[in-house]
């Protein structure tokens, strides 16, 4: 590979890396990024234990906040309440709020764990019921 | 009650004017009589089994207690407040909320909504029959529909005036 499709190769790969790394745990292998020039794949060394995860890796993973349909609060106050919480246009809000009550429930945002727990506590300020769940 | 105005400040409307009759502003104080409805029991972090985020819960349950004892002292506070609610005409009074204290007033109002619809066993909110209520149910429903009326007429505020 030249030297910079390489590069190319690794600024698409700091961008989509968390969802290739997901894609390459299940095929079992790893395609390792950064500023290398080999992007061959490596498969891990398979230790026959099971590893620990480290904690702050874990917190650094997708959580996604949802938001759940309930027969109580107005839609026009769950729109407001979107758009003041994320600062998302009408139109966003609307459509979120329409996916609520329709299909009863939204995937709002994904997040780091501290945002995502900061938009629970906002939203359930509000009074809707907003969970935080470990992207699968 | 009706949204009357908003009085403009740089990016967005620093303050909005409501009018209110007299039988409104007894329905609104008695309404808020009810606050707090929600208890702790009512937040839930998480509905799926991920330990790190289960043990967030008594993290958000302390924020919502301290976040309903703060609008308790916003409450008293607003409504001790001396000419709050001005007398424009017989039984027609004029008050106004700023941006911040129409956030906490939706937020008590919903709070009262909600808390009514636990209270009632989470129903569907369709018509009930006449007579199938007790006369505690009755108050709880009203103040479920009142709180929600009032929600409207704050959040039609940010459309701006209707028609004359």
């Known amino acids: 590979m030249d030297a910079a499709l390489a590069v190319k190769f690794n600024i698409f790969l700091h961008f989509h890396w968390p969802r290739f790394s997901r894609l390459a745990q299940e095929a079992d292998c790893w395609y390792i990024g950064g500023m290398s020039q080999t992007a061959a794949p490596i498969a891990p060394p398979k230790t026959g234990k099971k590893e620990k995860t480290d904690p702050r890796e874990l917190r650094d993973r997708g959580y996604v906040v949802i938001c759940w349909n309930d027969p109580v609060n107005l839609m026009v106050y769950v729109t407001h309440v979107f758009q003041i919480v994320f600062g998302w246009p009408r139109a966003r809000a609307e459509r979120h709020m329409m996916q609520v009550h329709q299909a009863g429930k939204s995937a709002l945002v994904r997040e780091t764990f501290e945002k995502a727990e900061h938009y629970v506590h906002q939203l359930q300020g509000y009074g809707l019921q907003a969970t935080m769940e470990r992207e699968e | ?164």
């Not at chain 2, 039988?23 to 104080?29: D, K, M």
């Not at chain 2, 349950?61 to 017989?90: S, V």
């Not at chain 2, 619809?117 to 479920?144: C, D, I």
């Open chain 2, 1 to 164: 009650m009706k949204f009357i105005r908003s009085q403009k400040s740089g990016n967005g409307p620093a303050a909005f004017v409501f009018q209110i009759n007299k039988q409104e502003l007894e329905w609104l104080l008695g309404i808020l009589k009810f606050y707090p409805q929600l208890d702790s029991g009512y937040h839930q972090i998480t509905q799926g089994d991920a330990e790190e985020i289960k043990a967030e819960q008594s993290l958000l349950e302390e924020a919502m207690a301290q976040r309903r004892c703060d609008h308790m002292g916003k409450l008293e506070k607003f409504f001790a407040t001396p000419g709050r609610f001005r007398l424009e005409a017989p039984d027609q009074f004029r008050f106004t909320l700023t941006a911040e204290q129409m956030e906490w007033l939706l937020q008590v109002l919903n709070d009262v909504r909600v808390g009514c619809w636990v209270k009632l066993g989470r129903p569907e909110l369709e018509p009930v029959p006449p007579g199938k209520l007790t006369a505690a149910e009755a108050r709880t429903l009203s103040a479920l529909e009142f709180s929600g009326f009032f929600q409207m007429v704050l959040l039609g505020a940010y459309d701006g005036p209707g028609p004359a």
